[in-house]
């Protein structure tokens, strides 16, 4: 029986892929839990469509991840924080911290797709990666002051 994977399913497909697979197997478990549904002519049909238009967007999507990485790249940021004398911040700086100062600086970024390489406690230079879409990532330069 062929389906048309609605979802990732481990040691089988991935989301939108036609398979083979035995009917009951099909019948009893892809189809019930919502992970497939059954490979007709127009269903087919409707697969190309949403494939195309999926690529469309994610060309998209693409073009303004590549655009923001271009102006992302060598920005370096600001954050002011409280600190002790010697030299340690109290709490630490987050991420969401760091999408502020962002989006002061005119970037709007989720702070989801900020990934810091170490934990900021103290004062000092930091490097921060942004995530923006597979195999897109901009690297940026972080300066924690005391206030």
Known sequence: MKVILK????????????VEVKNGYGRNFLIPQGLASI??????????????????????????????VATLEGVKLTIG???GS????????????????LKDAGHEVDRRKISITSDIKELGDYSAKISLHRGIEANIDIAVIAE
């Open 7 to 18: 979802e990732d399913v481990q040691k089988l497909g991935y989301k939108n892929e036609v």
């Open 86 to 101: 010697n030299g340690k911040i109290f709490g630490s700086v987050t991420t969401i911290q760091i999408a502020q100062a």
């Open 39 to 68: 490979a007709t002519e127009s269903s087919l049909k409707v697969l190309e469509e949403n494939i195309k238009q999926t690529q469309r967007k994610q060309a998209q999507v693409l073009a303004e991840a590549e655009a923001l």
């Open 81 to 83: 924080t409280k600190a």
